[in-house]
T-cell receptor, first 119, second 113 residues
């Protein structure tokens, strides 16, 4: 299947700093990327939907000014956690989708995730 | 309110036996269901899917059953192997396309040799 990478795989930062997480589709162009967050022993919760070239659509309860999403190209989306706090510590996972990569839910490919720890 | 529920947080099965993982959903709009396997610190990998027009889909050792009237689906793994030990997530979507998935909390399967 297609490959989606995330960078960094883990990050530790101080409270109040900003952290940028990259999500790349390596061998296909992703028209849509989704950002999920997973807390321990919880399900993956959708944070936002990002379509290339347009503003991200955020889920209810997710602060768009705190979690900045940019999908400037068909192979790259970034999530920036601004002014991070300890409660933002979580596992962040992106997924990438393209109609040209099959166009079905099976072709929503997930990245390996980024573990964020805010001290 | 959880729309996709996996009520068993963990399951232990002996190698060679059948593993049955269950999933219930509440949203009648869900039309497409998927199972993912996830190892620690990795993203989910797609395992098998089923659309609401079917009640069964089989792929090798993995079979998914859907009971739409009961809003229930299950994943059967037979025979279970130690390499199947992972967290299994059930996910649902209103269609098969670029819509986000709604995930359950996952069931940790341990296959004991």
């Amino acid at each position: 299947g297609a490959v989606v990478s995330q960078h960094p795989s883990w990050v530790i930062c101080k409270s109040g700093t900003s952290v940028k997480i990259e999500c790349r589709s390596l061998d296909f162009q992703a028209t849509t990327m989704f950002w999920y967050r997973q807390f321990p022993k919880q399900s993956l919760m959708l944070m936002a939907t990002s379509n290339e070239g347009s503003k991200a659509t955020y889920e209810q309860g997710v602060e768009k000014d705190k979690f900045l999403i940019n999908h400037a190209s068909l192979t790259l989306s970034t999530l920036t956690v601004t002014s991070a706090h300890p409660e933002d510590s979580s596992f962040y996972i992106c997924s990438a989708w393209s109609p040209l990569a099959g166009g079905t839910q099976e072709t929503q490919y997930f990245g390996p995730g980024t573990r964020l720890l805010v001290l | 309110d959880q729309q996709v529920k996996q009520n068993s947080p963990s399951l232990s099965v002996q190698e060679g036996r059948i593993s049955i993982l269950n999933c219930d959903y509440t949203n009648s709009m869900f039309d497409y269901f998927l199972w993912y396997k996830k190892y620690p610190a990795e993203g989910p990998t797609f395992l098998i899917s089923i659309s609401s027009i079917k009640d069964k889909n089989e792929d090798g050792r993995f079979t998914v059953f859907l009971n739409k009237s009961a809003k229930h689906l299950s994943l059967h793994i037979v025979p279970s192997q130690p390499g199947d030990s992972a967290v299994y997530f059930c996910a649902a979507s209103p269609n098969s396309g670029n819509t986000p998935l709604v995930f359950g909390k996952g069931t940790r399967l341990s296959v004991i040799a």
